[in-house]
Every structure is written in structure tokens, then in C-alpha cells.
């Protein structure tokens, strides 16, 4: 597992007073969590929080833009938002903008899994990549290997 970069350990430890985060690399960048739910980014030395429908304009208003990548030759906006660059001066002021990103993912995941506040499951990354199998559909049989001619 790669080593945490200055600027991570830099977010880490601006992000105290909000309380105590997990961090996984991912697609070159890194992923913040709290009890197991992902609710920032780190791309290019730039902090990234989750936003939805309740914050975004907040967002819209504070930072200075949102994390934006590029797929098939085509550029994808996320909804996740740069924090304004005086968050980093003021402990409380990153907390209240990382308290509005884990809200969001906190409503993201409670829409994806209905009865679940909060997962305190791990990360994606770290389970299983196979789907639970569903009660309705068997799993799919593996086919037997083609027999060799003698």
C-alpha cells in the first residue's frame, strides 16, 4: 500500500477537529473515510467533499470548483467540490465543510441500502468483488472445460 503523501498527512491532520478519518489510495489519488463511509477525495493535491441536492449550492458558492476528470476522450463533473482554500487556516471551518461532505454520503449511502444509517462496514475496495448472489436467480453455473481430442 503506498505511503500517504504530505499533502494527505497535510488533510489528515486539518481534518482533527472534525474527528478521526481512514484513507485508501485510489486511481492515483486518495479516498477519506469515516466509519467506513467515503465522503472525500484527494486529486492533485486538491481536498475534495461530497455534495448533494441539500448542499450544493453551498458548495457552488464556497469552493472553487468541483472535481472534474476525464473518460473516453470526454469530461465527467463529479459532485465532489474543492474546500475553499480557508478551511485549511481554521480547524473549525475545515470541520463544518467535512461535517456537510460526510452528510452527503451519509444520505448517498442510506439511498443505495434503505435501513442503513452509516455503514461501518469497510470499504469497497477491501470487500469482495462479487455481488451477493439473490434469493430470485440462481447463480450462474460455470461451464465444464471443452475436452481435448486424443
Known sequence: MPKP?????????????????TTRSMFGGWGFYRDGVFFALVADD???????????????????????????????????????EDAFEDPQVMARWARLGYASALRAATRRR???????APPRSS????????????????????????
Open 5 to 21: 503523501t504530505q499533502f494527505v498527512e497535510l488533510v489528515i491532520e486539518a481534518l482533527r477537529a472534525f474527528g478521526p478519518v
Open 46 to 84: 486538491t481536498l475534495y467533499f461530497k455534495s448533494d441536492d441539500e448542499n450544493r449550492a453551498e458548495f457552488e458558492r464556497a469552493s472553487p470548483g468541483p472535481f472534474v476528470f476525464e473518460k473516453k476522450g470526454e469530461q465527467v463533473v463529479t459532485h465532489y467540490f474543492a474546500v475553499p
Open 114 to 120: 434503505p435501513g442503513r444509517q452509516g455503514s461501518s
Open 127 to 150: 470487500r469482495s468483488a462479487s455481488p451477493p448472489s439473490s434469493p430470485a436467480r440462481p447463480p450462474k453455473r460455470k461451464k465444464a472445460p471443452a475436452r481435448r481430442k486424443r
